[in-house]
């Protein structure tokens, strides 16, 4: 049987016209200040560029991970080449993936480096706004240097345009630090879950250093230099890091204020902040001693209390070490290692230009819509705030059916504008053309009570009722149009109506963040 040979002049850009066409369009159009693979975004107007330097913002702007805004239109891929690990984390199952960075519970495909290489440029070929190729894991990737450091020497090779990013628990990273700054590797993510070796001995019951067993309180010790150390030494020589909190109520909740300080101040970018999962039936020492997680209100607390001059990320997805496509999205099913090694890939670096030059001029025509939405409300004054939950399959628009979404995100209205404040994941409503009431009570409901409204492409009479019986004013009317600009229009709505006395404004309750494995739609 011939093999498939993937090509990117049939895929659909987002606003619906083909790559082929594009190229034709982007042929006619060579000289023009506007054309290009990186578009007016990097001319320092671009949508979500803020304070950042030129340089900073080159570096994240593509990246789905580093830039909330970027999510919505920018792909990530992992590979997972990495297995053993160095350190026991007490909310690790070593049968899962590491959950510093994966959802707990995922078990991912191991691949050798070569084996890797040939998935990212089917990934490339297949999935044009694909930028960055992760390492993180399975395990630690520097408890695997060879392999880690293998994979990326090939694809920088083969895949130049590609951004490498690597995830790691620290305790190896300053060994490293000049070797990922030789891979060109910009973006690093370490782990760091305490500063505090006594609150670390009731995270890591042991690490592996220099042939050697640590346990409790000296083993914390040296992983938390180790990492801290790490750290100072990538942010000296200009690598953009982001550090990754677990946050475990009871052990390192109120601590994490200190880490953010601490990790602030030796230049982390980005801290992330990720509520613990401890399903029992993972197996793990939190699972099985019924160290609960935080709820959606408290995660959402300690991450305001953090947002100072550091940026916060709050749209990680806690995803696989093999997840590929838009956060949020798992298309890793797509590209098994049986479907990836027969395929036939050519590299079309040309056509990868063209589509993310496409998805360039829409993330333009988003920040204009929000900016001129937010002008309406110039001079409005209030203390009213209000989430909004809204189904989207990516674009920045309400283009998702409450029946087909598996997660909602999350949006905080004020007279500041819409600020995206996190997501919350569900089960499927509609499940073989039926809508699942128990999935409405038991999960959709629950995940998105804290929510005044939930914008959605469309939605039936029954499930619309209910929401409503729940105090959440389920909104079709902003079907397919751009996120932000409706939240705003809708939160205009909402105070006129307070003030004419159409509604009263009350506190929502406290929501759930959804526990267990995440498996792909
Ligand atoms: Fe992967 Fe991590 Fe790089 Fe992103 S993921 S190695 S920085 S490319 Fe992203 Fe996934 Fe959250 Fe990680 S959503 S788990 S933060
Ligand atoms: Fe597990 Fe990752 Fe911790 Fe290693 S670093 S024990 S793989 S969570």
Redesign the pocket.
């Given at each position: 049987m011939a093999s498939p040979i993937i090509s990117l002049s049939s895929i659909a850009t987002p606003g619906g016209a083909k790559l082929d066409e594009i190229m034709q369009q982007k042929a006619e159009h060579q000289g023009c200040g506007t054309s290009g693979g990186s578009g007016k975004a990097s001319c320092g107007s671009g949508a979500g560029q803020g304070d950042l330097s030129p340089e900073v913002w080159e570096k994240v702007k593509n990246?789905?991970?580093?830039s909330e805004e970027a999510?919505h239109h920018y792909a990530?891929?992992?590979v997972a080449v990495a297995p053993a690990c160095n350190i026991q984390c007490n909310y690790c199952n070593r049968k899962y993936d590491c959950a510093n960075?994966?959802?707990p519970g995922v078990v991912s495909e191991k691949l050798t480096p070569e084996q890797a290489a040939k998935k990212v440029l089917a990934v490339a070929s297949t999935i044009p706004q694909m930028t960055?190729?992760?390492?993180?894991g399975p395990g630690d990737p520097l408890a695997n240097p060879e392999k880690t450091f293998k994979t990326f020497e090939l694809i920088a090779k083969t895949a130049p345009d590609i951004?490498l990013?690597?995830?790691t628990n620290g305790l190896m990273l300053p060994d490293h630090v000049d070797t990922i700054q030789s891979f060109n590797v910009d973006?690093v993510?370490i782990t760091i879950n305490m500063v505090d070796p006594d609150i670390g001995a009731q995270i890591y019951p042991w690490i592996f250093y220099k042939n050697k067993r640590y346990k409790g309180r000296e083993a914390a010790q040296i992983l938390s230099e180790r990492q801290l150390q790490g750290l100072e030494m990538l942010t000296e020589r200009g690598i953009l890091c982001?550090v990754?909190s677990v946050m475990i109520p009871g052990i390192n909740d109120q601590h994490l204020v200190e880490v953010n300080r601490a990790v602030k101040s030796r230049g982390a970018f980005l801290h992330?902040i990720?509520p613990l999962i401890s399903a029992p039936e993972h197996g793990t020492v939190f699972g099985l001693n019924g160290q609960r997680g935080p709820s959606a209100q408290e995660l959402k607390a300690l991450q305001d209390s953090c947002e100072g001059e550091m940026n916060m990320?709050r749209?990680?997805?806690?995803?696989r070490a093999d997840?590929v496509g838009l956060?949020g999205e798992d298309r890793s099913a797509e590209f098994t290692t049986e479907n990836v090694m027969a395929m036939e890939v050519e590299y079309d670096l040309e056509s990868r230009q063209a589509y993310q030059a496409v998805v360039e001029q829409e993330r333009q025509a988003k920040s204009a819509a929000k900016q001129a939405e937010l002008e309406t409300m110039a001079g409005e004054q209030s203390d009213v705030k209000i989430l909004v939950a809204v189904a989207t399959k990516g674009s920045g628009r309400i283009n998702e059916h409450f029946g087909h979404a598996t997660e909602f995100q999350i949006y905080e209205a004020s007279t500041a504008g819409a600020k995206f404040v996190g997501h919350r994941r569900v089960d499927l409503y509609c499940q073989g053309g039926y809508g699942e009431e128990e999935a409405l009570e038991s999960t959709i409901i629950r995940a998105i009570n804290d929510c005044a409204a939930v914008f959605v492409a469309k939605i039936g009479g029954c499930p619309k009722a209910s929401l409503q019986a729940a105090g959440i004013d389920a909104v079709d009317r902003y079907a397919f149009e751009y996120i932000e600009q409706s939240v705003i229009a809708y939160y205009r709505d909402y105070l006129e109506q307070i003030r004419s006395g159409a509604i009263v404004h009350g506190q929502r309750g406290d929501a759930e963040i959804r526990q267990g494995a995440y498996v792909a739609a």
């Open positions: 990246h789905p991970c580093y999510h990530r891929m992992h960075e994966s959802r960055v190729l992760g390492i993180a951004k990013c690597l995830s973006h993510t982001k990754n992330n990720m990320m749209h990680c997805r806690q995803c997840a956060l």
